[in-house]
């Protein structure tokens, strides 16, 4: 779909689907550790610390690598609990609107 789409040659779709697998891989390896920390600051307090989600993170998708580049975008997103808002690009949509499918 991602050569169709974009008129490439089918090695780069190959590899541009594989580095998209290999984000998914390596933010969601990330999401257990986005949390906070507790450091003593004397016997009797502590200071905490809290990660949170910024909210809506809206994305914008290129023409040239639509999938790859969202990848890049919408994983660490997703990884730290943020929602994503994501406009594909007018030439490029299949591959990009068929993952949103799926999710």
Not at 70 to 95: H, I, M, Q, R, Y
């Amino acid at each position: 779909m991602e050569c169709t789409d974009n008129g490439k040659p089918y090695s780069e779709g190959v590899f541009d689907i594989t580095e998209v697998v290999n984000g998914l891989r390596y933010y969601g390896g990330w999401i257990p550790n986005v949390t906070g920390k507790t450091y003593p600051v004397t016997n009797e307090y502590t200071v905490q610390t809290r990660k949170e989600p910024v909210g809506v993170v809206a994305l914008i998708a290129p023409w040239n690598y639509p999938l790859l580049m969202d990848a890049w975008k919408f994983c660490p997103a997703l990884a730290a609990g943020n929602t994503v808002v994501l406009k594909p690009s007018e030439e490029t949509p299949l591959s990009v609107l068929k993952v949103a499918d799926l999710f």
